[in-house]
């Protein structure tokens, strides 16, 4: 069983910031690529940023050098510094570790919230 343990979400301002954590166990964050998405009421889940296991960073566009994803491999955790939050960057956040169709895993979701 594949657990993903997020932390960090929670209710800021407009312009204010976050820090997501996930943390798994050794044997899947040493070869996953870890990512993190995201899902509005609504709306359809989107990709947010990725990081690979040789720590290549990916960014959806809408990121625009707001947020940075990092990894900790000394404690098998995956972080995302979310800076000058905005409204619309309100949903819930998935941590994702993904090798393959078959080996693709989420987290339970932290709730992210800005207000105006």
């Known amino acids: 069983q594949v657990q993903l343990v997020e932390s960090g979400g929670g209710l800021v301002q407009a312009g204010g910031s976050l820090r997501l954590s996930c943390a798994t166990s050794r044997s899947i964050f040493s070869i996953y690529t870890m990512g993190w998405y995201r899902q509005a009421p609504g709306k359809q889940r989107e990709l947010v940023a990725t990081i690979s296991s040789g720590a290549n960073p990916n960014y959806a566009a809408f990121v625009k050098g707001r947020f940075t994803i990092s990894r900790d491999n000394a404690k098998n955790t995956v972080y995302l510094q979310m800076n000058s939050l905005i409204v619309e960057d309100t949903a819930v956040y998935y941590c994702?570790?993904?090798?393959?169709?078959?080996?693709?895993?989420w987290g339970q979701g932290t709730q992210v919230t800005v207000s105006s």
């Open positions: 994702n570790a993904y090798r393959n169709y078959w080996q693709n895993y």
